[in-house]
């Protein structure tokens, strides 16, 4: 039995065996500096792992694990430069270090190199698994636009459903897309690759309602961050969104225009008030029974494939340390 | 016999027919933007072209003519936001009528859409035509790159060779990819698609070398801008390379220093003094002798091919309208 530890070194070991930097040297060192920024590796894992699971050959999924990672790295490298970070896991992002066409070119470059691993990894249901790749891809895009679109928008405007449909495209659809496409090259059956899909959706729905309420209810000193950016940033996260839903009509007119106000207000007094609101309503509670729920949907999907238990204790692993997790 | 007028009114239809707005619509209405804003749609005409070539069907490569068409409108938006170019075709450009964040991932959906085309289009040499298009895709990013460092190199650093190199990436691969994709649909032998390949690229070096040339030389009245814009910009084209090349040691001097000192010289003074030593070393006649070689060679490599005259003469057609264009 494999854990996900395992799945982790060996693609460790698959990006180590590889060279990213050609000519010109301009365009390919920032890709090869943000392959090498470090991440938790999290998809080609997955990837890895969903192949294992129904019985495929490693070698079968390496230049995939290869093309999923790369395809990640671009859409956080164009995100950061979108988004004006300047860090990124502690590293100065490459629009920073470098600049801004860098960053258009080599995201493109890192694009098309994903396309390369994808290519050479030869399989007989090739059309079907690239299209998934691609349509994970658009959806990906789609995500990050309507991102964008809630920074222009009040507090009202932005609906639960919206939201959690933004995050599933920008967040969950390439965890989905990553065990699918593993699954796939393993052959395995139309209505378990689904299931292994919708697995991944409500994973990765679950940790993206963490990172939101890491943001408001994190231990500081484990979280290594100080909490409430997010309502600093007047970001319609999920815990303000759900506020406005649960609350009364004076709570949700009070979040409105706190949330209105952008700059005319005291940064730490917004954020004590934004709390003081979200604790009357016991929000981290609600919260927290909101992630249990999709981890409970994940589990459920998990035990009904049709597969050997001892395989699919990685993605149990995965799941149950997402759930402990502190930052 | 088809024209390539014909293939051009195929690919008119093809694009009418598509539909490119989606949600949301601030993704893809900058892509709708774009994919309108005319052009001459040679890329899906040669792609048409060659698959007739082969007798291929028209129906095997209607997608892939959108394709092909969707990822050169992706290079064209992301070049304009790092050129920093206001307009495209005499209308705003994506960077200018919306903002940079919407250009660079509505470029990103492009990519997207371009390969979501492709993989709608089956074929048996499915996985060979895809790398083509994607190693294609990776030399368009080299070529736009090292166009990029160019700017920041004297005219003494750059080589003929080196710009020969970077025209080839930027310019005349997509070119020779659309022919030789179109020739893979149909089937064709691999020494021909080869050598289809190689007539895009002397067509495409003959082309830009065209530009350069009338930038210089162009009659003002029909080229429809005023000459002498690369001299005023620095732009080390293939002008003032060669000059640099045929040139004696103080002509070399004269024009390294003119392009040295950038803004320190009256812009009018500049083209005046450049253009004063291209006609005493006559570099008009040698530019042309240099086209008039590459449009030699792709005749050559077209009579080469083993197919029937009638299904070359659209090619023929192309090569003659070029050779004759004044802007």
Redesign the interface.
């Known amino acids: 039995m494999s854990s996900l530890k395992y799945y982790l070194a060996q693609v460790e070991r698959i990006f180590n065996e590889e060279q990213f930097i050609f ?2 040297h ?2 390919y060192e920032p890709i090869d500096y943000t392959l090498h920024l470090g991440g938790k590796r999290i998809r080609p894992t997955l990837l890895l792992a969903a192949n294992a699971l129904f019985g495929g050959d490693e070698g079968q999924v390496r230049d995939a694990a290869l093309g999923i990672e790369t395809f990640h790295n671009f859409t956080l490298l ?1 995100d950061d ?2 988004d004006r970070s300047p860090l990124r896991r502690g590293q100065p992002t490459v629009y920073t270090k470098w600049d ?2 860098t960053a ?2 080599s ?3 890192m ?3 994903a ?2 691993y994808f ?2 990894q ?1 399989s007989q249901r ?2 079907v698994i ?2 998934c790749f ?2 994970t ?2 959806e990906v ?2 995500g ?3 991102d ?2 809630f920074e222009h928008m009040t507090l009202e405007e932005v609906s639960i459903d919206d939201y959690m449909d933004m995050i599933r495209q920008k967040t969950a659809v390439l965890l989905a897309g990553a065990l699918k496409i593993g699954s796939l090259y393993a052959g395995a059956p139309d209505d378990e690759t689904e299931r292994l899909y919708r697995f991944g959706i409500h994973t990765g729905l679950a940790f993206q309602l963490q990172d939101d309420l890491l943001d408001g209810y994190g231990d500081t000193a484990v979280f290594g961050k100080k909490t409430g950016q997010d309502i600093r940033d007047n970001k319609k996260s999920f815990l303000p969104l759900l506020a406005c839903s649960i609350g009364s009509a004076s709570q949700k007119q009070e979040l409105m225009s706190i949330f209105a106000a952008k700059d005319n207000m005291d940064e730490e007094e917004k954020v004590r008030r934004v709390m003081a609101i979200y604790d009357t309503l016991a929000l981290r509670q609600a919260v927290e029974k909101a992630i249990d729920d999709e981890f409970h949907t994940a589990i459920r999907l998990l035990d009904d494939i049709h597969a050997d238990d001892a395989k699919k204790a990685p993605l149990r692993e995965l799941l149950e340390s997402l759930q402990g997790r502190k930052k």
């Open positions: 000519e010109p301009e365009l164009h430069l979108m801004e066409n258009v070119l995201g493109d470059t694009y098309a190199l396309w390369r290519l050479r030869p090739l059309q690239l299209q691609n349509e891809a658009i895009c789609e990050q636009q309507k964008m679109n």
